[in-house]
């Protein structure tokens, strides 16, 4: 079964907003870039460390540990010392509310 969260409400979710919200007991990194939402397991696959507050730069946000860069339409890493892809999860857009769920 699936397991659906919301993260909050569009209005309070401006451009460059980034939050933290548990799917399933993960830890989920939910980033507004250009207006689209995405959600990427909060855990760089590079060391445990978590993605939130890392800056999202084309696209793509960075582990501010050692500057590994993941893709947040895909998740998958695009810069060293990151090779594995981080997991994503699906992002919904309902009655203005933004909702993460497992692909
Ligand atoms: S822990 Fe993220 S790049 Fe090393």
Known sequence: M???????EVTQMPEGFQCAVE???????????EGQFYALRNNCTH??????????VDGRITC????GKFELSTGKARALPA???VKL?????????VFVSPL
Do not use: F, I, M
Request: glycine share 16%.
């Open 89 to 97: 999860y699906r992002t919904e857009v309902e009655d203005g509310q």
């Open 47 to 56: 060391k445990d460390y978590p993605l939130l507050g890392g800056e999202v």
């Open 83 to 85: 090779v594995k892809a």
């Open 23 to 33: 799917v399933g007991g993960v830890s989920v990194v939910v980033v507004n870039y």
């Open 64 to 67: 501010a540990k050692h500057g």
């Open 2 to 8: 699936s397991e659906r969260v919301r993260a909050g």
